[in-house]
């Protein structure tokens, strides 16, 4: 079983930062990648960013050059630098866990409010 645990969020005004991460744990074999999705309410949830386990990333047209998704590997841990942030960046942010074999985790989500 694996668990991911997230840290970070919080009410932030526009054009200001945060930074989540979210931390895995238990029996984490071959790591296809990791990353983070959102969801705001009566929306679907949809990928904000990831990172496979070769380096690359992907990014939602949204958040280009705004946010930015990193790893520790050694730690197995995943970030989400979140900067310039607007009103639309508010949602629930859920880490995600992909492993080789095809199971997916879900972490418990985290609040990003963005509002003045």
């Known amino acids: 079983q694996v668990q991911l645990v997230e840290s970070g969020g919080g009410l932030e005004q526009p054009g200001g930062s945060l930074r989540l991460s979210c931390a895995a744990s238990?029996?984490?074999?071959?790591?296809?990648?990791m990353g983070w999705y959102r969801q705001a309410p009566g929306k679907q949830r949809d990928l904000v960013a990831r990172?496979?386990?070769?380096?690359?990333?992907d990014y939602a047209d949204s958040v280009k050059g705004r946010f930015t998704v990193s790893r520790d590997n050694a730690k197995n841990t995943v970030y989400l630098q979140m900067t310039s942030l607007k009103p639309e960046d508010t949602a629930v942010y859920y880490c995600?866990?992909?492993?080789?074999?095809?199971?997916?985790?879900w972490g418990q989500g985290t609040q990003v409010t963005v509002s003045s």
């Open positions: 995600n866990l992909d492993t080789l074999i095809g199971r997916t985790y």
């Open positions: 238990g029996s984490i074999i071959g790591i296809q990648s």
């Open positions: 990172i496979r386990s070769g380096g690359l990333t």
